[in-house]
């Protein structure tokens, strides 16, 4: 399941967890997001031992800052809290399940 995350649950939920993260950076406005959300959602019912979270560019801005978001959607990777991997764009399901079983490792 994807849960939605705010700038100030970020350190406690990605940064300080000990779990590996992937963390999908959108905005309502952006179709492609939109295209990508079901993907990943789907992609975090099949991949055990990473946590999924989703951060509105928008309502989040000073999170698309520290993680210098040029373009969305993009997908950030976490693992033993820093930043392992990125991915922008929509890709396939094939493609993110992979992406994300990086930190699962």
Do not use: H
């Amino acid at each position: 399941m994807v849960k939605e995350l705010t700038t100030q649950e970020f350190k406690s939920k990605v940064i300080d967890s000990g779990r590996p993260a992937l963390v999908d950076f959108w905005a309502s406005w952006c179709g492609p997001c939109r295209m990508l959300s079901p993907i990943v959602d789907s992609v975090s019912e099949q991949v055990s031992g990473v946590d999924f979270y989703k951060v509105n560019v928008d309502e989040e801005p000073e999170l698309a800052r520290e993680f210098a978001i040029m373009s969305i959607p993009c997908l950030i990777l976490f693992k033993d809290g820093r930043a392992i991997d990125q991915s922008v764009g929509v890709v396939p399901e094939a493609a993110v399940k992979a992406f994300a079983e990086k930190a699962a490792l």
